[in-house]
């Protein structure tokens, strides 16, 4: 492994504007069970909801790069950011946070250019959980048709917005937290995963729901979720095929056309955005909220594990001595292009880009604030850019894949 290059400040960036091992489940109570959009608590006195980040305490550090990283705007938000995305022309960026508001932001300028909140979302004041942009049917030029986000809420809201003019038009209210959101490759049908374990699936033009995907009640087989879901996926090639993944320590295998999961892998403890397909080689990428085997990669039509991707070591000669007791637990897990991983998790408060056939990490970002709640990038070209969000922190990193070796 070489020795990754001199850090970066992120006092030196210019700034913008303004969430395998067996079967059974640990027990509910266990201390393990700990996720980003845990311990919602209500302020005395008002209705300001907020979240307590039970796994993190404030650290007063400057957040730094080390590798083939580049600041590229750092942006300061009202309240602490739930989850992020990038629409598919890389031209925006959402970000949900934890009062429920969604800001959308310019990738050029890092300016917020619009902000999605409605009498629902001042009332309930809950965070917003997952977004997906919905872009307009091949031909379908219409104005109402474009600039389409759908989001999700831990008030249960799954809502429809036309981000430009800031418009709410669609609210399906669904009992239950809602943690996650998917569509299938054509844009004609979504699912919503649930804090009761289910699996929803609505057909996106009527908006009417077609299913409850869900565990059954058979004792011998687990054929679905028994706990909390926080990650959900279609395959991109296919239009029926889904995977989830949550606190059960199990990824479920879908087909949306029936009740109940059609197989499932064992092991990945899921508690954020931390399920990703690449489609090109079928393969699974899963992170997982603990200290050991937290990054994987698995077949996706066997479901049996490729390998286990090592934990961080490069900043155990720099700022952390203690690091087999201080690992990074993950909250999210993507594949970045062709060739790399990104993850990113608390208690080492980082994230890490890793080469896809080396394994080793290329570029990383340390002492963030808090942990780190969510990661996206725009997919666009041999450099995308990525956005992380821990706190109230948006950070635009450029990825660089070639490396400065010291």
């Known amino acids: 492994m070489f020795r990754i290059s001199p850090r970066t400040s992120i006092s030196s960036a210019s700034s913008g504007g303004s969430a395998g091992t067996s079967p059974e489940p640990s027990p509910p109570n266990s201390p393990t069970y700990v996720s980003k959009f845990d311990a919602i608590r209500k302020k005395s006195g008002d209705r300001q909801q907020h979240f307590k980040f039970q796994d993190d305490e404030h650290r007063q550090k400057t957040p730094y790069l080390e590798g083939n990283l580049k600041f590229v705007h750092t942006i300061e938000l009202s309240n602490d950011i739930m989850c992020c995305l990038y629409s598919p022309d890389g031209s925006v960026l959402a970000v949900g946070l934890s009062d429920g508001i969604i800001k959308v932001l310019s990738t050029d300028t890092g300016k917020v250019h619009y902000s999605l909140s409605d009498d629902d979302i001042f009332s309930t004041s809950l965070p917003c959980t997952a977004i997906r942009f919905k872009p307009a049917a091949v031909g379908d030029t219409k104005v109402e048709h474009t600039h389409i986000l759908v989001a999700t809420y831990s008030s249960g809201l799954v809502k429809f917005w036309h981000y430009t003019s800031g418009s709410c038009i ?237």
């Open 170 to 406: 669609h609210t399906i209210n669904e009992a239950h937290q809602t943690l996650a959101l998917g569509f299938n490759p054509e844009h004609t049908k979504f699912i919503t995963a649930a804090a009761d374990s289910t699996i929803n699936l609505y057909d996106e033009h009527t908006k009417q729901k077609i299913r409850v995907c869900e565990a059954s009640d058979s004792k011998s087989v687990m054929d679905g979720h028994r706990l909390r879901v926080f990650a959900v996926q279609y395959h991109p090639h296919n239009t029926n095929q889904f995977v989830s993944g949550g606190w059960d320590d199990t990824v479920q295998f879908w087909d949306d056309r029936q009740r109940h999961a059609i197989r499932r892998l064992y092991g990945p403890h899921i508690c954020g955005d931390a399920l990703d397909i690449d489609a090109k080689h079928d393969h699974l990428l899963t992170g997982s909220w603990r200290k050991e085997n937290t990054l994987q990669i698995w077949d996706y039509g066997s479901g049996k594990k490729i390998k286990d991707v090592p934990q961080d070591l490069f900043h155990t000669s720099l700022h952390c001595n203690h690091y087999n007791t201080a690992k990074c637990k993950l909250y999210c897990a993507h594949w970045l292009g062709k060739e790399f991983m990104v993850c990113g998790g608390c208690e080492q408060n980082m994230v890490r880009v890793i080469d896809r056939g080396t394994l080793n990490t290329t570029g990383q970002l340390i002492d963030l604030p808090q942990g780190a709640y969510t990661i996206d990038n725009d997919r666009i070209g041999m450099h995308p850019k990525l956005a992380i969000g821990s706190a109230r922190t948006i950070y635009i990193l450029k990825h660089d894949q070639k490396i400065n070796k010291s």
